[in-house]
């Protein structure tokens, strides 16, 4: 009972303390229409700050530390989380307030709300003496807003008096803001008359989403095409009742009905093989109620089809009133195509009253469904020596969407000789797969070499149909230049001069000197006794050698009078 006595007088401290200061402010949860926008957090320590916008928030105060409890390092008594915070605008202070966990306050603006979205629990440590460090994460978050739009669609931009009744509208209201819109009125401004629905609409609350409305309107009774515009605009309000304004227009043509009417349609097989032939039919038609003289019509054949006489596609001739005219000829495809080649429109002009009319016919696509083969030739080297060995690699893919018989031939060149492998293949190929052979050659050329193309030929369909032919790319092979050796220099032979003497330098005992004699000492070597005389003599003469049977060396120790015997 007393520590609970103790804590209350704690928290009653605390906030006797901000009342004395005069700005003491207690968030209440009261139930307020404002809807908030999502904003920004942080955790904040004593003094710490958060900003959002024009406002900012100041940690100020936490409970009072307290001791631990005797036996465990927590709290003796639970502690009641709140934190004081001072709340500034512009760097103005406007509020100090105290929150509780999970505790919100709105600015007097209604333009902030603040919450202590996590604290320390209350048996932390948090709050001990020892280890005092207490935070609280808090939450800005900004006043939600509407934002309106509105946009005006109808369907079809041109409307012509001989076709159509009615011009169908749909205006459609949206709010992405992140706040409700209330009291919001929409209005339509047009000259074209009503015929169902409203052109003034009123809600009371529009959420975030989408509202939509539909209107009809006549035709009016014309005698010029003439432009109208269906203009739609918005207000509303949020809960501060600040307005929000938008606006949205659309422009629709009604045509008059001519006097002179023509009308040109084209129209073709919608899928082929490629073996097979398009037929395309012009129809050209004169609604009107006079005759139309001299009618030119001219038609186009695209890319990847044949015509397949030697019609020119101009026609001219006279169309009665309410008549017609109508023509058929062939075409044949050159290339597969999955995706449909497109027909061009055909072209009708004519003059009428000294005036002149162009009118175009709708475009036609055509699928061609069919075989298409590529090949690819490449080499292992790009550069050789005389006689080196090159592989050849040739890739053929059927690239089309049926497949083909096809046959596949490649060549050498001139004055090649083969080593390995084949040159030519045969298959049956799907489509997106491929067939591929390679061989090796060799050549003895000192020029550039040229290989020939590689050649295909398969049929428009499996094995029906005409024979296309394919060719691969040229490709070149460069010869290798020679390595020339430079031969190291030969060295040049001198004969070496003979080395001078140097110039004997006198020493201080060669110079003379007047006032001292030249006292010369002679060494005296020992004398040798006529025996060793002898001994020496025999040695080098080999005198003393018995082995020595040399003639000449006989001789010679007689002449000198030596025996050869010891």
């Given at each position: 009972?007393?520590?609970?006595?103790?804590?209350?007088?704690?928290?009653?401290?605390?906030?006797?303390?901000?009342?004395?200061?005069?700005?003491?402010?207690?968030?209440?949860?009261?139930?307020?229409p404002?809807?908030?926008?999502?904003?920004?957090?942080?955790?904040?320590?004593?003094?710490?700050?958060?900003?959002?916008?024009?406002?900012?928030?100041?940690?100020?105060?936490?409970?009072?530390?307290?001791?631990?409890?005797?036996?465990?390092?927590?709290?003796?008594?639970p502690?009641?989380?709140?934190?004081?915070?001072?709340?500034?605008?512009?760097?103005?202070?406007?509020?100090?307030?105290?929150?509780?966990?999970?505790?919100?306050?709105?600015?007097?603006?209604?333009?902030?709300?603040?919450?202590?979205?996590?604290?320390?629990?209350?048996?932390?440590?948090?709050?001990?003496?020892?280890?005092?460090?207490?935070?609280?994460?808090?939450?800005?978050?900004?006043?939600?807003?509407?934002?309106?739009?509105?946009?005006?669609?109808?369907?079809?931009?041109?409307?012509?008096?001989?076709?159509?009744?009615?011009?169908?509208?749909?205006?459609t209201?949206?709010?992405?803001?992140?706040?409700?819109?209330?009291?919001?009125?929409?209005?339509?401004?047009?000259?074209?008359?009503?015929?169902?629905?409203?052109?003034?609409?009123?809600?009371?609350?529009?959420?975030?989403?989408?509202?939509?409305?539909?209107?009809?309107?006549?035709?009016?009774?014309?005698?010029?095409?003439?432009?109208?515009?269906?203009?739609?605009?918005?207000?509303?309000?949020?809960?501060?009742?600040?307005?929000?304004?938008?606006?949205?227009?659309?422009?629709?043509?009604?045509?008059?009905?001519?006097?002179?009417?023509?009308s040109?349609?084209?129209?073709?097989?919608?899928?082929i093989?490629?073996?097979?032939?398009?037929?395309?039919?012009?129809?050209?038609k004169?609604?009107?109620?006079?005759?139309?003289k001299?009618?030119?019509?001219?038609?186009?054949?695209?890319d990847?089809?044949?015509?397949?006489?030697?019609?020119?596609?101009?026609?001219?001739?006279?169309?009665?009133?309410?008549?017609?005219?109508?023509?058929?000829?062939?075409i044949k495809?050159?290339v597969?195509?999955?995706?449909?080649?497109?027909?061009?429109?055909a072209?009708?002009?004519?003059?009428?009253?000294?005036?002149?009319?162009?009118?175009?016919?709708?475009?036609?696509?055509?699928?061609?469904?069919?075989?298409?083969?590529?090949?690819?030739?490449?080499?292992?080297?790009?550069e050789?020596?005389?006689?080196?060995?090159?592989?050849v690699?040739?890739?053929?893919?059927?690239?089309?969407?049926?497949?083909?018989r096809?046959?596949?031939?490649?060549?050498?060149?001139?004055?090649?000789?083969?080593?390995?492998?084949?040159?030519?293949?045969?298959?049956?190929?799907?489509?997106?797969?491929?067939?591929?052979?390679?061989?090796?050659?060799?050549?003895?050329?000192?020029?550039?070499?040229?290989?020939?193309?590689?050649?295909?030929?398969?049929?428009?369909?499996?094995?029906?149909?005409?024979?296309?032919?394919?060719?691969?790319?040229?490709?070149?092979?460069?010869?290798?230049?020679?390595?020339?050796?430079?031969?190291?220099?030969?060295?040049?032979?001198?004969?070496?001069?003979?080395?001078?003497?140097?110039?004997?330098?006198?020493?201080?005992?060669?110079?003379?000197?007047?006032?001292?004699?030249?006292?010369?000492?002679?060494v005296?070597?020992?004398?040798?006794?006529?025996?060793?005389?002898?001994?020496?003599?025999?040695?080098?003469?080999?005198?003393?050698?018995?082995?020595?049977?040399?003639?000449?060396?006989?001789?010679?120790?007689?002449?000198?009078?030596?025996?050869?015997?010891?």
């Amino acid at each position: 009972m007393n520590a609970g006595k103790k804590k209350c007088g704690l928290i009653k401290l605390a906030m006797i303390t901000l009342i004395l200061s005069g700005f003491i402010s207690i968030a209440l949860a009261l139930d307020n229409p404002v809807q908030w926008a999502p904003g920004v957090s942080a955790k904040l320590e004593r003094g710490g700050n958060i900003t959002l916008g024009e406002y900012s928030v100041k940690a100020v105060s936490f409970p009072a530390p307290v001791e631990h409890d005797k036996y465990m390092n927590i709290p003796a008594e639970p502690v009641e989380q709140f934190a004081g915070l001072n709340i500034s605008k512009k760097g103005i202070l406007i509020d100090t307030i105290v929150l509780g966990l999970g505790e919100s306050y709105i600015s007097p603006d209604n333009e902030l709300k603040v919450t202590v979205k996590d604290m320390p629990s209350k048996d932390s440590k948090v709050w001990l003496f020892e280890s005092y460090e207490p935070w609280a994460t808090i939450e800005l978050d900004p006043r939600g807003k509407p934002e309106l739009s509105v946009s005006v669609e109808t369907d079809k931009t041109e409307y012509a008096l001989s076709s159509a009744t009615e011009i169908v509208t749909v205006v459609t209201l949206r709010n992405t803001g992140t706040a409700d819109a209330f009291n919001v009125g929409m209005k339509l401004k047009t000259d074209l008359p009503i015929k169902r629905g409203s052109l003034n609409f009123h809600y009371d609350r529009v959420k975030k989403g989408s509202a939509s409305e539909t209107i009809t309107f006549s035709l009016p009774k014309i005698v010029k095409t003439k432009s109208y515009e269906i203009v739609a605009n918005a207000t509303g309000y949020d809960v501060k009742e600040h307005p929000y304004t938008t606006e949205s227009e659309n422009t629709i043509s009604v045509l008059t009905e001519p006097q002179v009417s023509l009308s040109i349609n084209k129209s073709a097989n919608d899928r082929i093989y490629l073996k097979d032939f398009a037929i395309v039919s012009l129809t050209v038609k004169n609604n009107a109620k006079d005759d139309l003289k001299n009618v030119s019509v001219t038609d186009y054949v695209p890319d990847g089809f044949k015509l397949t006489n030697n019609n020119s596609l101009h026609w001219v001739f006279d169309l009665p009133a309410m008549g017609y005219w109508d023509f058929h000829y062939l075409i044949k495809p050159q290339v597969p195509d999955p995706d449909g080649i497109v027909l061009p429109s055909a072209m009708a002009e004519f003059t009428y009253e000294n005036e002149f009319y162009s009118v175009k016919s709708n475009e036609v696509a055509v699928v061609v469904y069919g075989p298409s083969i590529v090949l690819d030739k490449k080499t292992d080297v790009s550069e050789i020596n005389p006689n080196d060995l090159v592989t050849v690699t040739v890739v053929a893919r059927n690239s089309g969407t049926t497949p083909t018989r096809v046959n596949v031939t490649d060549a050498l060149p001139p004055d090649a000789t083969i080593v390995s492998g084949s040159t030519s293949t045969e298959a049956y190929l799907e489509a997106n797969n491929e067939v591929k052979f390679s061989y090796a050659f060799k050549i003895n050329s000192k020029q550039q070499i040229k290989l020939p193309r590689a050649t295909a030929e398969y049929y428009e369909l499996g094995n029906k149909g005409a024979k296309i032919s394919t060719e691969s790319q040229e490709l070149e092979i460069k010869i290798k230049s020679p390595v020339i050796t430079k031969q190291a220099p030969v060295p040049q032979i001198t004969t070496p001069q003979p080395a001078q003497a140097p110039t004997p330098v006198p020493t201080e005992a060669q110079i003379p000197q007047s006032e001292k004699p030249v006292i010369q000492s002679v060494v005296r070597k020992p004398q040798m006794s006529p025996a060793e005389v002898d001994s020496l003599l025999n040695l080098l003469l080999g005198c003393n050698d018995n082995t020595n049977t040399s003639l000449t060396a006989s001789a010679g120790c007689k002449f000198y009078g030596f025996s050869s015997t010891s």
